[in-house]
């Protein structure tokens, strides 16, 4: 018995200490922004898609990147072909070609995925508290890769990091912080 209380407050020390994104709907990252302004990051994915799943398994499970996300950002999972409905400035997207018997093969893209231009996944985008985009990122990146990027447009540096050449001082100078694991 004193083995399996052992084992229990073990495993209940593990999952308390396991840092996960707190993902939210478009929708209520917009409320949520109204409330209390923050930049949102949106996770633009497929069921697909197999660079999107590597995502989740690699990098968005690392407890620095989840740890990081949850504190600056409003966290958003939206898939790109699915069928939520989207507020943004008063205007609303959805996916009105969406199939659901196609749920776990390629469907339409979403109107909302089109009006962030994105067309390829995983994408990942930052909207800065007024809910304009600041940024696109497409393709796969590790923790480490991600790092950089997530504190540029994570803090207001990213206004003040506006040319090639500042950028490439900032991210060749970049301090890195996230734990590999």
């Known amino acids: 018995m004193k083995h399996i209380l052992l084992l229990l407050s073990f495993v209940f020390c593990v999952t308390i200490s396991a840092q996960e994104i707190q993902w939210m709907s478009m929708d209520e ?65 959805t996916n009105p070609n969406y199939q ?27 909207i800065d508290s007024d809910g304009s985009l600041i940024t696109a990122l497409k393709g796969y990146r590790s923790p480490k890769q991600l790092e950089p990027f997530l504190k540029l447009y994570g803090t207001d540096l990213w206004k003040t990091v506006n040319t090639q050449e500042k950028f490439d001082q900032y991210y060749s100078s970049f301090e890195y912080e996230f734990k590999t694991e």
């Open 29 to 93: 990252a917009i409320q949520a922004q109204q409330k209390k302004p923050k930049k949102i990051f949106v996770d633009m994915y497929t069921v697909w898609c197999g660079p999107c799943k590597l995502y989740d398994k690699r990098t968005f499970s690392n407890k620095d990147v989840a740890a990081y996300i949850n504190k600056n950002f409003y966290p958003v999972k939206f898939n790109a072909e699915g069928n939520e409905t989207v507020t943004l400035s008063s205007q609303t997207f």
């Open 100 to 126: 659901p018997a196609r749920a776990f093969g390629r469907n339409s893209r979403h109107q909302f995925a089109r009006y962030m231009n994105v067309s390829a996944y995983p994408t990942v985008l930052f």
